[in-house]
């Protein structure tokens, strides 16, 4: 597939994020790394979906700024921030009877203008999306006839067909069987690395951030309490401060990445029942 024109720098800085007057996000300051692939990790609530819009533009900050390129993106055109950042949202629903290539081929519209209409660049860059995500054989079906997974993997493709160097995926694993959710992840490390796009996104399962993300940010009550590569984050101690979850951390013998093993109550009484023995 064609790479993306360059790689973009994307940054917060004193970010204070609200709904009305419930403050989400508090004094937060980001910065995420280039070509690589970052998780968003933390307890519901703690503000993680929240801080995905700000950056793609779609919260407006309370107070501080979301910078792309060294650019405030509340002052970029919208056009050119769709050209160069890519979100894909919780749950996105297509209209009734969209077909997966109609679907993929609205990817690019941030790329037309009235002077400059559809082209074999366009037809290209959404043939080459669909074969990327796997969804060649599924581009005349309609999207709300699809499988979860396979549903998912026809919104990955339009982002994917939009182009971006920046893409930003809300939970992309959500509602999806075991099998589909490491096709997703698998699918999200071939486009970074055959391609070189930067990665964020929101993750609720530990160790599926640890085995694909090079790095993470670790979210509590809208503050960020770890940050670094997964081995430097997610120890048992962090675990239990963060999520209020008694755990061992040992190693995943698949990918050495660190893995979490959840005691729980349980668990735990029958294990020291066990010592006394």
């Known amino acids: 597939m064609s790479h993306p024109a360059h790689v973009s720098g994307l940054r917060a800085d004193s970010l204070h994020l609200a709904y009305d007057d419930r403050l989400v996000i508090r004094d937060l300051d980001l910065a995420v790394p280039e070509g690589r692939i970052t998780a968003i990790v933390g307890p519901n609530a703690c503000g993680k979906s929240t801080l995905l819009r700000a950056l793609a533009r779609l919260l407006t900050p309370r107070e501080g700024v979301v910078r792309l390129d060294g650019e405030e993106i509340r002052s970029m055109p919208t056009r050119l921030l769709a050209q160069r950042l890519g979100i894909l949202p919780q749950s996105p629903v297509a209209p009734e009877g969209l077909t997966v290539k109609d679907l993929v081929t609205r990817g690019r519209s941030p790329h037309q203008t009235w002077w400059r209409q559809w082209s074999k660049a366009d037809e290209r860059a959404v043939a080459e999306a669909l074969a990327a995500t796997g969804t060649t054989d599924l581009a005349e079906r309609a999207v709300d006839e699809l499988s979860g997974g396979q549903r998912q993997r026809a919104w990955i493709a339009m982002a994917v067909a939009q182009g971006t160097p920046v893409l930003l995926l809300d939970e992309p694993t959500t509602y999806l069987d075991l099998a589909h959710q490491i096709d997703v992840l698998d699918l999200v490390v071939d486009l970074n690395r055959n391609e070189g796009r930067t990665v964020v996104m929101v993750l609720h399962d530990l160790n599926q951030a640890c085995r694909y993300a ?38 995943d013998p698949v990918s050495s990445t660190p893995l979490v093993i959840p005691v729980g109550r349980h668990h735990g009484a029958m294990a020291a029942a066990a010592e006394q023995l």
Do not use: Q
């Open 214 to 251: 090079d790095h993470l940010i670790a979210l509590k009550d809208g503050r960020t309490v770890g940050e670094g590569r997964p081995s430097d984050v997610i120890t048992a101690s962090a675990v239990e401060d963060i999520f209020g979850l008694s755990c061992e951390v040992t190693t």
